[in-house]
């Protein structure tokens, strides 16, 4: 056995012996049981290559999709605001829906970033960004947003996206 492969079986039994599961198949077999997950409203964290998110995200983000969530990029000004006040320079293409708050507060991709870095850790998040052969995909994802005004949970879902990091939520299409 080489030096890499005892790197990552080492890797599998770690993540294995703190409950998860590691599942290594064909690029048709991993869109499949995402697109599984998708579809059954399951939730789960699937890591992926890029070439396999992106088989998944092509048959998800139907333009009617696009639509009905409201995800649009990120504004120039909203990713100002992120490298400044958070200290995230890139967030490359990211993309997001809004929520509107009952106090009228908008939670947007630097309310979700903010939150992100209080619930995970700045280096967390950072490292979702600096990540460039694999992606996360969440589905359907249990997230509770809290809106940084009021302190109240928001009652809709967050979508996001940006291309390593994104996530998806149920549907039977």
Request: charged share 25%.
């Amino acid at each position: 056995m080489t030096r890499m492969e005892k790197v990552a079986l080492d890797d599998v039994e770690r993540v294995a012996a703190g409950g998860k599961a590691v599942i290594a198949a064909d690029d048709c077999t991993i869109v499949s049981t995402v697109r599984d997950a998708i579809t059954s409203g399951r939730s789960a964290t699937f890591y992926t290559s890029l070439s396999q998110a992106k088989a998944v995200k092509t048959w998800y983000w139907t333009p009617a999709r696009v639509r009905e969530t409201g995800i649009r990029k990120v504004s120039s000004e909203e990713k100002a605001r992120i490298a400044k006040e958070l200290g995230i320079e890139d967030i490359g293409v990211f993309r997001c829906n809004r929520i509107e708050c009952e106090c009228g507060h908008v939670y947007g991709a630097f309310e979700f970033l903010q939150q992100g870095i209080k619930e995970h850790g700045r280096s967390a998040v950072l490292s979702v960004f600096a990540m460039e052969n694999a992606a996360v995909m969440r589905i359907n994802p249990p997230d509770l947003l809290v809106c940084p005004n009021c302190d109240e949970l928001l009652p809709e879902r967050m979508t996001y996206d940006n291309g390593t990091y994104g996530c998806c939520f149920g549907t039977e299409e």
